[in-house]
T-cell receptor, first 114, second 116 residues
Framework: EDQVTQSPEALRLQEGESSSLNCSYTVSGLRGLFWYRQDPGKGPEFLFTLYSAGEEKEKERLKATLTKKESFLHITAPKPEDSATYLC???????????????FGKGTKLSVKP | GAVVSQHPSWVICKSGTSVKIECRSLDFQATTMFWYRQFPKQSLMLMAT?????????EQGVEKDKFLINHASLTLSTLTVTSAHPEDSSFYIC????????????FGPGTRLTVT
């Protein structure tokens, strides 16, 4: 069964304290792994797509990496405005009647204190 | 680019009435749109997937007669909650996947439904 597990559930950092969020996955043929940011009461905001092991993508203080079993979202010198819930999702290779739906993890709630 | 809008952003309705939520892709054509439901402090739960011009595919446990989905054009999908009850109160979010884009789904801002 395709599954996504994110850790930790919650992470509290001081401003400037770098850290990483983990997304472990099992999927029958990975088509893509996605990172989203969600603020309270809002829809998820797309951050990155990773397609193959070894791939890395960066955006401002965020850097996403991918291996065959997991992905990391590295946050360098975070600021209070980086506080949000970060969601990881995978899409399996479509087959049969599959619509290629995203399978989401439960998210990591990040709080950055000034 | 890749902007998805939802309307209304919040709605309060009385039990037994129906509510329609619109989801629009503003700057791209969406062959597939998805509807999710999210409970407080929980992740997104996929309700249904719709392709333009086709009937929606509902996830197990989602009542298709209660949650009517229409995807009449490449930029618009609607979710109608029929005969709403207080337990239908939730945060409903749509997403869209385009033709030209690869596999990314872009999400709308969500609609907060409260049934009294």
């Amino acid at each position: 069964e395709d599954q996504v597990t994110q850790s930790p559930e919650a992470l509290r950092l001081q401003e400037g304290e770098s850290s990483s969020l983990n997304c472990s996955y099992t999927v029958s043929g990975l088509r893509g792994l996605f990172w989203y940011r969600q603020d309270p009461g809002k829809g998820p905001e797309f951050l990155f797509t990773l397609y193959s092991a070894g791939e890395e993508k960066e955006k401002e203080r965020l850097k996403a990496t991918l291996t065959k079993k997991e992905s990391f979202l590295h946050i360098t010198a975070p600021k209070p405005e980086d506080s949000a819930t970060y969601l990881c999702a995978v899409q399996a290779r479509m087959s049969g009647g599959s619509q290629g739906n995203l399978i989401f993890g439960k998210g990591t709630k990040l709080s950055v204190k000034p | 680019g890749a902007v998805v809008s939802q309307h209304p952003s919040w709605v309060i309705c009385k039990s037994g009435t129906s509510v329609k939520i619109e989801c629009r892709s503003l700057d791209f054509q969406a062959t597939t749109m998805f509807w999710y439901r999210q409970f407080p402090k929980q992740s997104l739960m996929l309700m249904a997937t719709s392709n333009e011009g086709s009937k929606a595919t509902y996830e197990q446990g989602v009542e298709k007669d209660k949650f009517l989905i229409n995807h009449a054009s490449l930029t618009l999908s609607t979710l109608t909650v029929t005969s709403a009850h207080p337990e239908d109160s939730s945060f409903y979010i749509c997403s869209a996947r385009g033709i030209a884009g690869l596999y990314e789904q872009y999400f709308g801002p969500g609609t907060r439904l409260t049934v009294t």
